[in-house]
Antibody, heavy 118, light 108 residues
């Protein structure tokens, strides 16, 4: 059974750095043709892709947010970590991690709502 | 960067057929995936690789893709299909996924 679960702070202050962890089970992060993405959704708005890490540890970032994002993985812990620097209230959103397989996202975490406020 | 365009809303009566479009430049050459998202829930994959359905997704959900438009078709619409729907492709030129802006399907 494949599952993904996001964890991290529910509230961060402006200018702070956000660190989110995605813990996966039911598959290996070294599995070829699979990867994990972080995707966010501001309240009432559309999905926005942020970053992706492939099984070979290659990474890809949203062009508009690249300077603020870092994605990494610890295969032994089955975890994918996203850091986003210099948080702003406009970054308030539900943050999802999702498994990518052959181009689609076949499993998603439940999401974690992060609010940016002083 | 590659852009996917969806209508903001589609309305349909129960039992009728809903068609949700996803426009993109030569999208027919790409593999399109569709997600259903209900309020307060994570998205769920309902169609992948243009026409395939994951296990557990009803046959009422089908997809097509040609030219500059991909379409998600929901036959015999039920009240439970009331949700937001997103299309997605993997843009090979930038090597990252792209989502459409989403379509709110309202079952009247």
């Amino acid at each position: 059974q494949v599952t993904l679960k996001e964890s991290g702070p529910v509230l961060v202050k402006p200018t702070e750095t956000l660190t989110l962890t995605c813990t996966v089970s039911g598959f290996s992060l070294s599995n070829a043709r699979m990867g994990v993405s972080w995707i966010r959704q501001p309240p009432g708005k559309a999905l926005e892709w942020l970053a992706h890490i492939f099984s070979n540890d290659e990474k890809s970032y949203s062009t508009s947010l690249k300077s603020r994002l870092t994605i990494s993985k610890d295969t032994s812990k089955s975890q994918v970590v996203l850091t986003m620097t210099n948080m702003d209230p406009v970054d308030t959103a539900t943050y999802y991690c999702a498994r990518q397989h052959s181009g689609s996202f076949d499993y998603w975490g439940q999401g974690t709502l992060v609010t940016v406020s002083s | 960067s590659y852009v996917l365009t969806q209508p903001p809303s589609v309305s349909v009566a129960p039992g009728q057929t809903a068609r949700i479009t996803c426009g993109g430049n030569n999208i027919g050459s790409k593999s399109v995936h569709w997600y259903q998202q209900k309020p307060g829930q994570a998205p769920v994959l309902v169609v992948f690789h243009d026409i395939d359905r994951p296990s557990g997704i009803p046959e009422r959900f089908s997809g097509s893709n040609s030219g500059n438009t991909a379409t998600l078709t929901i036959s015999r619409v039920e009240a439970g299909d009331d949700a937001d729907y997103y299309c997605q492709v993997w843009d090979s030129s930038s090597d990252h996924p792209v989502f459409g802006g989403g379509t709110k399907l309202t079952v009247l």
